[in-house]
């Protein structure tokens, strides 16, 4: 029993080639947005890829790209066949080849799917990635002076002042690492030479951190330096007053901003999915429509149409027999009175004749 089964008209034919035209045409706009976003998504991870290390954050903008080029591609040819389905004469050139592209643009509208959920998957392998290249960047805040790395202050300090944000997880990360150069170090001043002994590694570790952490709308100046002693500053308590630096990792501000991004441009596929997938059915029932107005001869006449011919159940079993026979279509079988199991043909006695077989003479 067919699934769904509707029943056209030639009038409902026409209008229905005519409407999966106009989508299909809309469904090349919406592929051009898919390869936009994805686009946009790469620039965006490419601005800060300086702050990230190397990792698979470009599969979801990749795969978008990749989608959209497709979604242009499949809907334009989309367009072209619903175009010239209104005629059934022109219908014939297509019929062979509807069925591949249905199979085909599911698959594809498959792959909008996991793009789109892929967006929303993506936050744990980016939240890594931000981490580590962080911690790499804050590590070599200070080598200025060495080629490959000199830009990195800047890229940090633009970053934390972009985003208010300060360190990796937060302002303490500063603590832990020297990111004062040692070319602005004074080695003769004794606090310094005491600072770098102190240390195990003889790094100059301060409870400080860089001016481009400071939030300029606190009305008092920027305490950047001794941040834990009370002492140092007149009216302050380090436990009890809010600090006038920025209290958020840069970690957590890139995530929040990436995240959001993804969380819209997820939205997004999925619609287009949706849409997709709705015109994919269209062109399913359009193809069916069709067929059956050639068997039935009569172009004028109404036809069925429908999403499967048989039922989900005896789809599916059909569909798994023939991948099982798959690798049997070439074999030949040597055992007598076995048929190929990819065949099955009746035998009928349709235009037979019979032949009256002579005897051969025998030999006097």
Same mark, same amino acid.
């Given at each position: ?6 029943? +056209? ?16 045409? #809309?469904?090349? #706009? ?9 686009? +946009? ?34 809907? +334009? ?9 209104? $005629? ?8 062979? #080849?509807?069925?591949?592209? !249905?199979?085909?643009?599911?698959? %594809?509208? %498959? ?24 911690? $790499? ?6 080598? =200025? ?25 937060? +302002?303490?990360? @500063?603590?832990?690492?020297? @990111? #004062? ?58 436990? =009890?007053?809010?600090?006038?630096? @920025? ?8 995530? $929040?901003?990436? =995240? ?45 149409? @429908? ?12 569909? !798994? ?35 009256? =077989? ?7």
């Amino acid at each position: 029993m067919a699934v769904l089964k509707v029943k +056209f008209t030639k009038t409902k034919r026409d209008k229905l080639a005519q409407i999966l035209w106009i989508l299909n045409w #809309v469904s090349v #706009v919406s592929g051009i947005i898919l390869f936009s976003l994805g686009l +946009f998504l790469k620039i965006e991870i490419k601005k800060r890829n300086e702050v990230m290390a190397k990792g698979d954050i470009n599969s979801v903008p990749n795969m978008l790209i990749s989608v959209g080029v497709i979604a242009c591609i499949i809907n +334009f040819l989309g367009g072209k066949i619903c175009y010239d389905c209104s $005629d059934a004469n022109k219908f014939s050139r297509w019929k062979l #080849v509807m069925l591949p592209y !249905i199979v085909c643009t599911f698959c %594809f509208t %498959f792959c909008i799917l996991v793009g789109a959920l892929m967006c929303y998957t993506m936050r744990n392998e980016l939240e890594e990635s931000l981490y580590l290249g962080l911690r $790499d960047a804050i590590k070599f805040y200070k080598d =200025t002076d060495i080629p490959g790395r000199c830009f990195l202050k800047k890229t940090v300090d633009l970053l934390q002042i972009g985003f208010r944000c300060c360190g990796n997880n937060g +302002f303490r990360d @500063w603590f832990e690492i020297q @990111w #004062v150069s040692p070319r602005y170090l004074n080695m003769a001043s004794k606090e310094v030479l005491d600072r770098l002994k102190s240390n195990v590694d003889g790094k100059f570790l301060v409870d400080g951190v860089p001016f481009s952490c400071c939030n300029p709308s606190s009305p008092r100046p920027c305490i950047q330096y001794q941040l834990t002693n009370n002492s140092a500053h007149y009216n302050y308590d380090f436990l =009890t007053e809010e600090l006038n630096i @920025w209290m958020k990792g840069c970690r957590e501000a890139l995530l $929040d901003y990436y =995240t959001g991004i993804m969380r819209t441009i997820g939205i997004a596929a999925l619609l287009i999915w949706l849409f997709e997938l709705s015109v994919l059915i269209g062109v399913r029932y359009l193809q069916t429509a069709m067929k059956n107005v050639l068997l039935l001869g009569d172009l004028e006449g109404e036809s069925d149409g @429908w999403l499967l011919e048989n039922s989900f159940v005896e789809t599916a079993k059909y569909n !798994i027999s023939i991948i099982k026979n798959l690798g049997k279509a070439n074999q030949i079988s040597t055992v007598s009175g076995m048929n190929d199991p990819n065949i099955n043909v009746q035998n009928t006695d349709c235009d037979k004749t019979n032949i009256t =077989t002579k005897s051969i003479p025998a030999a006097r």
